[in-house]
């Protein structure tokens, strides 16, 4: 390829495609979303039956969370691979590039990136990333995982190195060293990566035949460079390397130009891994860093950080009093306190409202079934490590559920239906019990024990787009009405090449494909193609907020089920007076009432918007004797009007009381002195913006409910 030098010098990388023919145009400009997080399914999602999501979560949203899972972590910005000179509107369908497949394997869907001296054998589409877009922060990322192992291996040669790819949030390198890194060894590491830079060595990349390669790693003890090898690349092939100076790894690429590149860096931690994830193997070090263009990037890095960590809910739930977690109950179990209750219960409500006015059902299925009924659902076999074990009973053996829906198939079956009575919706805000490894809970976002907002819809192939919509719509509204403007859509569908992994027909699934297609483009919203990524019963839509840090957080899930109403034999009699399989759909859109909590809770800092916020109102009486009487005049009217109102009686100054309900973050404070006792007044402090001066008690009162019915987000 021939660039021009201005533009060479602001390049760094360049995706490609090669050309074909018969690419259909509709396949471009629907997904635009190259967030790398296509690859965090989890378990749950997979499972039988099973839609919950909960457990996304943990996987390393955006920020410092867990970083183990940073790089399926989601939360960047969009890959946009319109550089200089390509065209403007590339769609992404394909996964980004973060995990193993994608550093060592082939790209997926033809697209990948190449270094700018690639040599280029064929047509292709090309576009020239430069410094900000953020497939070539990805790059530059990796190109610095590549400077610290130099840096590594040139002050511990002893060392032996794993992988290093980059992640949502910078990079990491595995190595293997008998003696733990100290933090001094650390900050020697960052020091002597300055010097690499400097040299400003050109990222080279070399091939060589695949045996020779191999045979050397052996000898040298290079334990992880040989299985690498030999996973990703077949006998007979030239393996590429990329050199550095005298450095060089085994690595698909592609690297920025060179080492002068990385202008932004720091060491950030340290964690232990066992190689492969097996704690019978050697332990590693997983040596954490991150990179930016530019300083000021950076900067912005460590102050988002500090934010989340600020936001954190574990430590506003304690500062706040929503909810604990008690060792003598067990991990993963959740108390709601009474103002963590309170919210709860608000969301609930607005839930319930919201699906009956939407042409819901509200049903309560039982907390433990009989494992029988788990055997025809299927949970039984192939859910069942996540299951709680069986409990003997006199008559049988019984189960904690994990998932609602054999429960609402119990009572769709309870009586015969015709396509007169379809759809039926069932919802139910239900507890459900997952088994998640010791060590992996974390705070509301992963736990043993949750409420799903779990409804599922059966109902007839000709309905099904309409339920979609509607779903879809309903999502929406969640989204908007707790604070959230900005969501991003992901569509999993099946590889068509596999059927056997699937269960349904090819035509169940291209019409349950093109319906959540059609949903989609009938409300207008843009999504993410993800071919293969279906679960074996169906394919799914997922809506991802993004939250007030950027972060986005898996919740609204509507997933198609081919394979429980064949297990349950689910019918109804169709206008043709024949028997029918119903269609059936799992969705929710909190996902997890916990989870969704905690994500409010960091959205918002703790300080709920008034229609949410447990405690509406704080009433400070200037003098706790004097101006009790109207304080309680006040408490009742407030509450006869429906606010949660918390007087403080303390016989304290009233400046302790106002910084007390400013701590707990409570929306109004009013002071309640002469003046106001005299008038029927009352003097309003709004939380972050102060002193608003006085107002009738009936005017207060007006505006108060009015922001609380119309789920004001200013307050
Ligand atoms: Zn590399
Ligand atoms: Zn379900």
Not at 128 to 140: H, R
Not at 254 to 276: C, D, E, N
Not at 670 to 676: H, M, P
Request: glycine share 10%; charged share 25%; aromatic share 10%.
């Amino acid at each position: 390829m021939s660039i021009s030098p201005r533009l060479a010098a602001a390049v760094v990388v360049a995706r490609v495609k090669p050309l074909v023919r018969d690419q259909g145009p509709g396949d471009r400009g629907q997904g635009n979303d190259g967030d790398s997080d296509s690859s965090s399914q989890n378990d749950a999602s997979k499972g039988v039956g099973g839609e919950a999501s909960q457990n996304d979560a943990s996987k390393g949203v955006g920020g410092g969370a867990s970083q183990d899972d940073a790089s399926k972590g989601v939360g960047g910005g969009a890959v946009a691979s319109a550089g200089a000179g390509g065209p403007g509107t590339a769609a992404v369908e394909a996964a980004d590039e973060t995990s193993e497949d994608a550093m060592y394997g082939a790209g997926a869907g033809g697209e990948r990136l190449v270094d700018l001296a690639a040599p280029l054998n064929e047509d292709v589409e090309l576009w020239l990333l430069k410094e900000q877009d953020e497939a070539a922060l990805k790059v530059l990322r990796h190109s610095a995982a590549h400077v610290m192992a130099t840096a590594i291996l040139e002050l511990f040669p002893e060392t032996k190195l794993g992988h290093g790819p980059a992640t949502e949030n910078g990079f990491f390198y595995d190595v293997y060293r008998e003696t733990p890194f100290t933090e001094a060894d650390l900050a020697a590491i960052e020091a002597r990566m300055a010097e690499v830079v400097a040299r400003d060595d050109k990222f080279v990349r070399e091939c060589e035949l695949r045996e020779p390669a191999l045979r050397e790693y052996a000898e040298d003890g290079e334990f992880m460079k040989v299985h690498f090898i030999e996973k990703f690349t077949k006998p007979g092939e030239l393996v590429s390397f990329y050199r550095n100076g005298v450095f060089s790894d085994f690595c698909r690429g592609p690297h920025i130009p060179s080492t002068g590149r990385v202008k932004a860096y720091k060491i950030t931690s340290i964690a232990g891994a066992y190689w492969l994830g097996d704690e019978k193997n050697q332990q590693l070090q997983r040596i954490y860093g991150t990179a930016f263009f530019n300083a000021k990037d950076l900067d912005a890095h460590f102050k988002r950080l500090e934010e989340i960590k600020a936001r954190d809910h574990r430590v506003l739930g304690k500062q706040l009093d929503l909810f604990s977690i008690q060792e003598v109950a067990g991990a993963g179990l959740i108390f709601w306190h009474p103002k963590g209750g309170m919210v709860r219960k608000t969301m609930e409500d607005w839930m319930r409202e919201e699906c009956i006015r939407r042409g819901y059902d509200m049903v309560f299925t039982p907390h433990i079934m009989r494992r029988e009924l788990w055997k025809i659902s299927g949970h039984e076999g192939y859910y069942s490590e996540n299951m709680y074990p069986p409990m003997e009973l006199d008559d049988a053996e019984y189960r904690l559920k994990p998932m609602n829906c054999p429960g609402h198939i119990l009572i769709y079956k309870s009586s015969p239906r015709s396509y007169r009575d379809l759809p039926q919706r069932y919802a139910e805000l239900g507890n459900v019990y997952r088994y998640e490894r010791s060590g992996t809970m974390h705070g509301l976002l992963r736990v043993r024990g949750f409420t799903q907002d779990d409804a599922h819809i059966f109902c007839t192939p000709g309905q099904i787009e309409d339920e979609v919509v509607a779903c879809i719509d309903f999502a929406e509204s969640v989204l908007r009405t707790f604070g959230f403007s900005e969501f991003k859509v992901e569509l999993s569908t099946w590889d068509p090449a596999k059927p056997k992994d699937y269960t349904g027909s090819a035509e169940h699934w291209n019409q349950a494909i093109a319906s959540l297609k059609h949903a989609l483009e009938r409300k207008s919203i843009p999504y993410r193609t993800i071919p293969g990524e279906a679960a074996f019963y169906g394919p799914k839509i997922d809506i991802k907020l993004v939250d007030v840090l950027g972060r986005m957080w898996q919740l609204s899930t509507v997933q198609f089920d081919f394979n429980l109403p064949a297990r349950f034999e689910l019918e109804y009699k169709g206008e043709d007076g024949e028997l029918h399989r119903p269609v059936m759909v799992h969705r929710a859109l909190f996902g997890s009432v916990e989870r969704f909590f905690g994500v409010l809770i960091e959205h918002y800092a703790g300080a709920f918007p008034l229609w949410l916020a447990p405690v509406q109102v704080g009433l400070v009486p200037i003098s706790s004797e004097k101006h009790m009487n109207y304080a309680e005049h006040v408490k009742a009217t407030l509450e006869a009007a429906g606010l949660r109102v918390e007087l403080d009686a303390r016989n304290e100054k009233m400046n302790a009381k106002i910084r007390d309900f400013g701590l707990q973050k409570v929306p109004f404070i009013l002071i309640l002195g002469d003046k106001e006792s005299q008038s029927n007044s009352v003097s309003v402090r709004m939380r972050g913006k102060g002193d608003q001066g006085s107002a009738t008690l009936d005017d207060f009162v007006a505006r108060a409910k009015g922001l609380v019915a119309g789920h004001a987000m200013e307050l």
